[in-house]
């Protein structure tokens, strides 16, 4: 493996930068949220009454989390979307 992980967010190797976001602002924003996760390589910590509630990550980076602690990678297939069911 390279000295850089997958798991760093610039080509010099830093970890990650994580962000604290408002809920509210995350469901207003959560298509850029979304880029920033995956193209800037952010992850955002979602908070509600400055009590913290998830932490958005890249999917590359949950399934390394995943496999580090001996868990299974449990993302939903295709199949499983319901976005791709038809109505």
């Given at each position: 493996m390279s000295p850089m992980s997958k798991g760093t967010?610039?080509?010099?190797?830093?970890?990650?930068r994580t962000v604290r976001m408002?809920?509210?602002?995350?469901?207003?924003?959560i298509v850029k949220v979304m880029g920033r996760v995956q193209y800037g390589r952010e992850h955002i910590q979602a908070v509600r009454y400055q009590d913290p509630q998830a932490v958005i990550?890249?999917?590359?980076?949950?399934?390394?989390?995943?496999?580090?602690?001996?868990?299974?990678?449990r993302l939903p297939t295709g199949d499983d979307d319901p976005d791709s069911t038809p109505r």
């Open positions: 967010s610039a080509e010099d190797g830093r970890l990650p408002k809920s509210a602002d995350l469901r207003k924003n990550v890249p999917v590359d980076w949950y399934e390394q989390a995943c496999r580090a602690m001996g868990e299974e990678v």
